[in-house]
């Protein structure tokens, strides 16, 4: 029977995820020496080496790597019993890990401001990033929700639509191809074409809806940019008209009539299947579900 501490574990897990024993005992507030202590007795109650050092870097042998994703199952049981218990006996607190797409930004700080006047006690921590880094944050367990455009279909998730999003194409207000009741994709295309960055859900849509292909070099990673690419006559925008009201609504740019668009998507509520959502964290996904008509 193998023994080991929760010490042990916690000491390991910090030492092969910072790769350093000084950074993992500045994590830990416990000396190095204790933190060495830690992982050389688990060392020897698993009998077998743990780490090797490549110069000052650690990495973890086969069976090291073994056993750091079971110190990951642990602490995040550990964690995740303690903040049900924390809420379970006051319900109206806890803590949430948020991450969303950069295009949602227009509605999700409205919904949180909502939410938290509800739920005045709970606390949360909101990212806003790119796809990219969503697909990883939900592939690591690191947030407890993620608002997103498509969701990926080759992940084990749980996806809720709640609210549509339509993509439309944009333009200067003074473009000359607003005169047209309609325009094509093959009249759009001798446009120069502002789009989102390789890998983002819009473009990924538009791509796959329209069979479009951009004939830009201009990627832009943010619907800020994009609309101030638009303002300055740089050429044709695609955004989540949310993103765009209020330009809209002051003829800042116009939408443009193009075939195929508006595009309809959703947006969706996203989580690991596997993982059971905190209290906190259900009571949000409940309230996005229950209220996104609101927004």
């Known amino acids: 029977m193998i023994n080991y501490t929760l010490k042990q574990l916690y000491s390991f897990e910090a030492v092969v995820r ?4 000084t950074k993992a005992s500045k994590e830990l507030f416990i000396t190095q020496p204790a933190v060495y202590m830690q992982v050389q007795q688990l060392t020897k109650n698993i009998g077998s080496d743990l780490i090797h050092t490549n110069g000052k870097v650690i990495i973890p042998t086969f069976i090291g790597t073994k056993l750091y994703q079971t110190c990951l199952d642990v602490i995040r049981t550990l964690e995740n019993s303690h903040s049900e218990i924390e809420q379970t006996l006051n319900p109206d607190s806890g803590h949430l890990q948020i991450a969303v797409a950069t295009t949602t930004n227009s509605f999700v700080s409205r919904i949180l ?11 949360f921590h909101l990212e806003v990033t790119n796809r990219k880094l969503l ?14 455009g498509e969701p990926p279909s080759d992940l084990p998730l749980t996806t809720q639509p709640f609210m549509e999003n339509p ?5 200067h207000p003074e473009h000359p191809l ?3 009741k309609k325009n094509s994709i093959k009249t759009l295309v001798k446009e120069t074409l502002i789009t989102r960055e390789q890998g983002s859900g819009t473009r990924i849509t538009i791509e796959r809806i329209t069979g479009m292909k951009f004939n830009s070099d201009i ?3 943010s619907n800020e940019a994009i609309i101030e690419a638009v303002q300055a006559g740089l050429g044709i925008g695609f955004v989540s008209k949310h993103t765009v009201k209020l330009e809209l609504d002051n003829n800042i740019i116009k939408q443009l009539n193009v075939d195929n668009f508006p595009i309809t998507r ?6 690991q299947s596997k993982n059971k959502l905190s209290p906190i964290a259900q009571r949000f996904k409940d309230f996005i579900i229950d209220n996104s008509t609101m927004v």
């Open 113 to 123: 401001a909502k939410f938290k006047s509800k739920y005045p006690q709970m606390t």
């Open 167 to 171: 993509l439309i194409a944009i333009a």
């Open 135 to 148: 697909l990883e944050k939900l592939n690591n367990h690191s947030t407890d929700l993620v608002i997103m």
């Open 219 to 221: 990627e832009i990673n």
């Open 266 to 271: 959703h947006w969706h509520v996203v989580h």
């Open 18 to 21: 910072t790769k350093s024993f």
């Open 178 to 180: 607003l005169s047209n």
